[in-house]
């Protein structure tokens, strides 16, 4: 692995959500000053509960999303400063939802080829070779060119949103939780396929998931996010054997097992997930957490870098939450 293919710098993203008809608005940090950096060749997975910013922070790397304050670079140049179509031919995204990501009224080679036409690609005699060859490499008979979502089946609509995504070549795929609405035995068909295509044409990974076992087999660093912040960063082996944030044990001890004695495990986070639009003082998981000092609820936690990656805890931090 060589290069940064994307860094977050202090990213933030800011909502202003409505109080109510005579109150005014008030703002919502669903991203919250995020640094990232996803290198060349890696495999970079976002975990977190629904609603702490992951789906944002990807649309913010598209440039789907502006950003409020900090910077994206994406292949050493910002973001900002560059041309749509020029981040399209380095960024592609495959979507949850294969059934609503694709247009029911076009054909499959229209929906593949699409990339080609709207980036500007020179030569439309050899769109439907091209496509015909993506559908191959996704596992797609070629005889599915006319047909239409509709007539394949959802593993079949997935490979066809993979092919789409990879007509142009790309570097860095941003996959948002990309098995979630497929049967389980599909799943994992598209999880080796993703394998194979990341080995085959040197692709990168960004890899959306609430699915801690898809994370573990196909990711090589994990970044765990919690109410807009990434409280913990680490390589794959690393955070599953020797989880360090209270929030990551809790998530990995919240996986089930099939002994059917063992029941559904107790994550000791509670029911109540904080109120985003006023998230607690000092360390924002504070009120959940089974290890919680006294100094948690005042001092916000400094991001303290390990041996094996970073995060965001005072259990870590030798000054006790005071200013050095």
């Not at 919502?28 to 910013?53: F, I, P, Y």
């Not at 304050?69 to 973001?79: D, T």
Request: with cysteine; net charge negative; glycine share 8%.
């Amino acid at each position: 692995m060589s290069g940064s293919m994307i860094q977050t710098k202090d990213a933030t993203k800011t909502f202003m959500i409505s109080s109510g008809f005579f109150q005014g608005k008030r703002p919502l940090h669903a991203v919250n000053g995020v640094n990232l950096t996803v290198s060349q060749g890696e495999v970079v997975a976002l975990v977190g509960e629904s609603g702490c910013g992951k789906t944002t922070l990807a649309k913010m790397i598209l440039g789907l999303e502006p950003l409020t304050s900090g910077g994206i670079e994406v292949n050493g140049k910002p973001l900002a400063g560059q041309n749509h179509v020029d981040v399209a031919k380095i960024l592609q995204p495959i979507f949850q939802d294969p059934y609503s990501s694709l247009n029911p009224r076009k054909s499959i080679g229209s929906i593949i080829t699409l990339p080609l036409k709207v980036q500007g690609d020179p030569n439309p005699d050899t769109w439907r070779h091209r496509a015909e060859e993506m559908m191959e490499m996704v596992g797609l008979p070629r005889r599915v060119f006319q047909n239409y979502p509709s007539q394949l089946s959802g593993g079949q609509r997935q490979r066809v949103a993979i092919a789409r995504a990879l007509i142009n070549r790309p570097r860095v795929v941003i996959c948002d939780e990309p098995t979630s609405a497929l049967d389980v035995s599909v799943q994992s068909q598209i999880l080796n396929l993703l394998q194979d295509l990341r080995s085959e044409l040197n692709l990168t990974y960004v890899i959306i998931s609430h699915n801690l076992a898809v994370v573990e087999h196909i990711a090589t660093k994990v970044a765990v996010m919690y109410l807009g912040r990434i409280v913990e960063e680490a390589d794959t082996e690393t955070l599953f054997t020797k989880p360090q944030h209270p929030y990551t044990e809790a998530l990995l001890s919240s996986v089930l097992t099939p002994d059917p004695n063992l029941g559904v495990p107790d994550t000791h986070l509670g029911a109540a997930y904080p109120n985003p639009v006023e998230p607690p003082s000092g360390c924002t998981f504070h009120p959940r957490c089974a290890r919680v000092m006294d100094h948690c609820s005042v001092a916000m936690p400094p991001t303290i870098s390990t041996l094996d990656g970073q995060v965001e805890c005072h259990i870590y931090d030798n000054t006790n939450g005071l200013t050095v």
